[in-house]
């Protein structure tokens, strides 16, 4: 495990005679899918040997949450690839800033890309700084950004009925991000949403270069008889339609609504649903939610399986290869979602909802049908097509694995590598001989 910047004298400074630029990436996140990004970039880096070092730079939290993340990523190539931590006072002063806390983050940032000779800055979760991009410190170093929710082009898909609360929020995004984008030392800005870059090209004028980051994640070899093994340790009924919602079981991702609409389908759907949910169910919600399983258990009908648990990556694959159909009935999510990506690599349809960017893909890719997860009703008529195999009829094989090729590690590793040679043209520019911008990337 690394030790923080001020407790290790040999992470001071850039080192004499470097070659490469060196990156520090900021990550102020701990759950989620944060850790998973950075061993999946981790993992890349080393495989292709990218010519620039990468430090990620961390809470103290991260460091004893995700000690397996932190040892993997320290094996992979430690001369070039390095998590780093902020110091216990440091990490106090942030989160004691109240609502400058995001300010207190990127001046902390700022600090260790000066101490650090930071040849690029990169922000891993940057919705939340844009404000201190535009009213903060000067960045010491050309910058990226990851722009995980952008809103403010729902209102564009027909399907999407936008409120003015809706619109309001979209149109003050849009009004932020137009902003940002003329921030001097801000040269890339990556989005998980597919739409977006093209969407910047058309209706910014910036100087900024917007990029599609592929939503990847390492790769499990799954089996057929790990599958069934899974299945037979469920104890799911045979001739079952098996439909999974995988994922921390929070209000966002709507298990509440999801019961609801199994307790209005017909007994004749019900007597052919497997309901399987799987995470951690939070605590907040929790009581409601085993009401709700109790009383559809309690009508005999229907089969509910509950894995109150956190699932491995390792693992997470063979419960959508189990599936019939994968659920992403979220309460309007905003951004991406890898369930998508998953559900297309095992080649399952989804019951997804209809709103925003995830409703987008998928219609736009024929990865399954969509609903309007708000309504009971229409939520209740969904979830009765997909028992019923209306699903798969939605469902295009071909151009679901086809979406989920295109956030595969090889799509995140060409596009690292693309960008890695952009920030050496950048860094030899500011060191020596203008190198310029190497040509634009595939998107």
Request: aromatic share 8%.
């Amino acid at each position: 495990m690394t030790s923080p910047l001020t407790e290790n004298p040999s992470l001071r400074g850039q080192r004499k005679n470097d070659t490469i630029p060196r990156i520090l990436a900021f990550e102020m996140q701990i759950g989620g899918h944060h850790p998973s990004y950075i061993r999946n970039i981790a993992k890349l880096w080393a495989q292709r040997q990218l010519p620039a070092r990468i430090e990620f730079l961390v809470t103290p939290a991260f460091l004893q949450d995700h000690s397996d993340v932190v040892e993997e990523v320290g094996q992979r190539w430690p001369d070039r690839i390095e998590i780093v931590s902020i110091t216990e006072a440091e990490h106090q002063r942030i989160e004691s800033a109240g609502w400058r806390r995001e300010f207190e983050g990127w001046k902390t940032f700022c600090q260790y890309a000066r101490r650090k000779h930071a040849d690029h800055g990169v922000l891993m979760y940057s919705d939340h700084f844009q404000l201190p991009l535009l009213f903060g410190q000067t960045s010491p170093c050309p910058m990226s950004c990851v722009y995980f929710r952008p809103t403010f082009h729902y209102s564009q898909w027909l399907e999407h009925q936008s409120d003015w609360k809706q619109w309001i929020a979209g149109t003050r995004k849009k009004l932020l991000l137009k902003q940002v984008l003329k921030v001097k030392q801000l040269k890339y800005l990556f989005c998980l949403d597919e739409f977006v870059p093209d969407y910047i090209d058309r209706e910014f004028d910036t100087h900024v270069r917007p990029l599609t980051l592929p939503d990847s994640f390492v790769r499990h070899e799954t089996s057929d008889q790990h599958v069934q093994q899974l299945r037979q340790e469920l104890g799911i009924d045979p001739g079952r339609t098996i439909l999974l919602l995988l994922g921390i079981m929070d209000s966002r991702k709507g298990p509440e609504q999801l019961l609801d609409a199994a307790l209005r389908l017909p007994t004749e759907s019900q007597r052919k649903l497997c309901l399987l949910l799987v995470g951690k169910l939070a605590p907040a919600i929790e009581d409601s939610v085993m009401q709700k399983v109790h009383e559809l258990r309690s009508l005999g009908a229907a089969q509910v399986v509950m894995h109150n648990e956190y699932v491995s990556d390792t693992f997470v694959q063979h419960y959508y290869e189990l599936a019939d159909v994968a659920l992403t009935t979220y309460q309007q999510h905003k951004g991406m979602s890898s369930a998508l990506v998953r559900a297309g690599l095992a080649g399952v349809p989804v019951l997804s909802s209809s709103y925003g960017l995830m409703g987008e893909i998928v219609r736009r890719h024929k990865l399954g049908i969509t609903v309007d997860t708000a309504n009971p009703e229409n939520f209740a008529s969904g979830l009765d097509r997909a028992v019923n195999g209306q699903a798969a009829t939605a469902f295009d094989p071909g151009k679901s694995l086809a979406f989920a090729d295109q956030h595969s590690p090889d799509a995140l590793g060409d596009t690292l590598e693309d960008w890695v040679a952009r920030i050496r043209g950048i860094a030899a520019a500011a060191h020596g001989p203008a190198a310029g911008d190497p040509t634009s990337p595939n998107r």
